[in-house]
T-cell receptor
Framework: GEDVEQSLFLSVREGDSSVINCTYT??????LYWYKQEPGAGLQLLTY?????DMKQDQRLTVLLNKKDKHLSLRIADTQTGDSAIYFC?????????????FGQGTTLQVKP | EAGVVQSPRYKIIEKKQPVAFWCNPI?????LYWYRQNLGQGPELLIR????????DSQLPKDRFSAERLKGVDSTLKIQPAELGDSAVYLC????????????FGEGSRLTVL
């Protein structure tokens, strides 16, 4: 079955780098995603990576994908207080034509000034 | 460009009462999703529409939940009767298609069942 696991909480100091980790089970996943949810708001797509890539960088965000270990990480450089939110990892399987995203339970990032 | 609009933002009801949520997707987005997000969890898909057709409703508890998307634009999600375990945030999302997972979410409707 499809499952996505994340650690629940991460606390960092402003200016440090944050690394949020995720593991998934569906080896046929074609795309893997990182969504951000601020308090009282819906989810917002941050970035995604295609399964044939190892790394993707977008400004302060770096996504690393280890397909062998089914491990995905999101690194936020120079973390700011505005980055405090819940971060969700999600996958979409190749075998699924439904566009069904499977979300992890979310990692709460706390940024201390 | 307006985003996905949901109402109401908050609803408190007693168990066994009915409740309905409304969603207006981004203009031009043919695909509409209803997700349920329990406290401390990630969203779980309830139903997906392609235009006015429900193409994936396998996770929708059909004994008490119903949804419709008349004319392929706005959608409503109804619960009747509500149970205590239905307390959650109900998120609506829309996308241009299903080939990628770029979904645009509304702010959600938070339901509390007493």
């Amino acid at each position: 079955g499809e499952d996505v696991e994340q650690s629940l909480f991460l606390s960092v100091r402003e200016g440090d780098s944050s690394v949020i980790n995720c593991t998934y089970t569906d080896s046929s996943s074609t795309y893997l995603y990182w969504y951000k949810q601020e308090p009282g708001a819906g989810l917002q797509l941050l970035t995604y990576i295609f399964s044939n890539m190892d790394m993707k960088q977008d400004q302060r965000l770096t996504v690393l994908l280890n397909k062998k270990d089914k491990h995905l990480s999101l690194r936020i450089a120079d973390t700011q207080t505005g980055d405090s939110a819940i971060y969700f990892c999600a996958e979409i399987g190749r075998s699924s034509n439904t566009g069904k995203l499977i979300f992890g339970q979310g990692t709460t990032l706390q940024v201390k000034p | 460009e307006a985003g996905v609009v949901q109402s109401p933002r908050y609803k408190i009801i007693e168990k066994k009462q009915p409740v309905a949520f409304w969603c207006n997707p981004i203009s031009g987005h043919n695909t509409l999703y209803w997700y349920r997000q329990n406290l401390g969890q990630g969203p779980e898909l309830l139903i997906r529409y392609e235009n006015e057709e429900a193409v994936d409703d396998s996770q929708l508890p059909k004994d008490r939940f119903s949804a419709e998307r008349l004319k392929g634009v706005d959608s409503t999600l109804k619960i009747q009767p509500a149970e205590l375990g239905d307390s959650a945030v109900y998120l609506c999302a829309s996308s241009l298609g299903v080939t990628t997972g770029e979904l645009f979410f509304g702010e959600g409707s938070r339901l509390t069942v007493l």
